[in-house]
Structures are given as C-alpha cells and as structure tokens.
C-alpha cells in the first residue's frame, strides 16, 4: 500500500480549464485588491512576481488574494526559483466565456476614472 | 429636536446609480441562486414578483438573494400591495458599465449549455 505524497508548500493546484466557474471567477473579481491585480497582470503581456504589486494590504492578505485568483481559474501561478510568478488565464477564460473578461476590465478601467481611483 | 421614522419593514433602500460599484455588482452574481434570478429577470421586459421564482432555497434565504440584489444596484424592488416585484436595472448597469451585463448574461447561458444545468 502506497500512500500520497504530503503536498508541499510548493503545490500550487490550479483548476482544469472546464473546472472553472462563472461564479468563482467573479467571486474572486469581487474584491477591489483582486481587481486591481488582474488590471495590472492584463495591461502587460509578461508574467509577473507577486513582490511586482505594491498593494495596500499586509503581506499574507496578499498571498491570500493571490490564491483565490488562481484556484477560481483566473490567474495562473509558477515557481521560479523562490518568486511565485503570476499570469492571467486569458486563453481560458476567453475559450469559456468570450468577450467576458475584456467587458470586466473595461467596466473597471471605467469605474476608476470614474472614482479618481487610478 | 426630531428623530428620524423608525424604518419600516416595507422600507427597500436602493443605492444610488452613482453608488452603484462593479465589486458588488459581482459579488451579488458570484452565486448560483442570484445568478439565476438575473437570467430569468433578463429574459422577460415584465417585472417579477420573488413568488414567481422557483428556487431550490427556503424563502429566507431567497428574501437574502433578492437584498444582496438589490443593495448591489443589479435589481429594483418595489412593493404592489402584499406582493414584492423586482426588476432588473439594466439602464443604470449598461450606462456605468457599457456591455457587462450581457456580456455576464451571455457567459451565464453558455456555461448552463456546457454543464447542462438548464
């Protein structure tokens, strides 16, 4: 009888791309610190370490964020070397649910000219 | 000295379009059951009384779905004599967001058609 490996700190489990919800994706768009991560990983085209966000929040609330983004299927996470690095899934997310993702910018780019919030 | 009316079972406060946020217009669609209540409200022009709604959730908890609605700006409540209709407010979603909500709608149906939950 084998038993599992015990996972390690380095498992990072992401959902299959038909595992991802609707609704987990937008729960985890919910939060204005999550919002503002995906606005910042979708305006450029390479991945990014979490120590790139400077975020009004401690460091541990920002991991959270970080995990919610990636099991919810929005972000994908890798180590490189100690820097966990953070990529949007935009292929997924537009396979699943097309226009979605860019409506969701769109409307949050709008809402923070809006605010003054930029 | 005055003190303002004690508040009335029958009172339901909208935000203002101006107070409406994208963060909670998302939590309020990030469940299942509210999601739902959207779809059917997009897909008719006529208001909905709640008792219209066949939910698989007890009348409180549907009563929780329809405030978490309406105190996120997604619908509008209003009392007709004992019974409460509910319409969506896509005026003001389309005017602060351009193209969100059916873009949710649409992301909505296609992961019903996918999962075969319809």
Not at 25 to 34: F, G, I, K, N, Q
Not at 42 to 71: M, Q, W
Request: charged share 25%.
């Amino acid at each position: 009888m084998t038993t599992a490996p015990a996972p390690s700190a380095r498992d990072l489990p992401h959902p299959a791309r038909d595992e991802i919800r609707l609704e987990g994706v937008l729960h985890a768009l919910s939060d204005p610190v999550r919002l503002r991560i995906v606005r910042e990983l979708a305006a450029g085209s390479d991945e990014l370490a979490c120590s790139h966000f400077d975020l009004p929040v401690t460091k541990s609330t920002t991991t959270h964020h970080f995990r919610v983004l990636r099991e919810s299927g929005v972000i994908r996470q890798a180590y490189r070397g100690t820097a966990k690095l953070n990529g949007l899934r935009r292929d997924d997310l537009d396979d699943l649910f097309p226009g979605l993702l860019d409506a969701l910018l769109a409307a949050a780019v709008r809402q923070a000219a809006r605010l003054g919030t930029d």
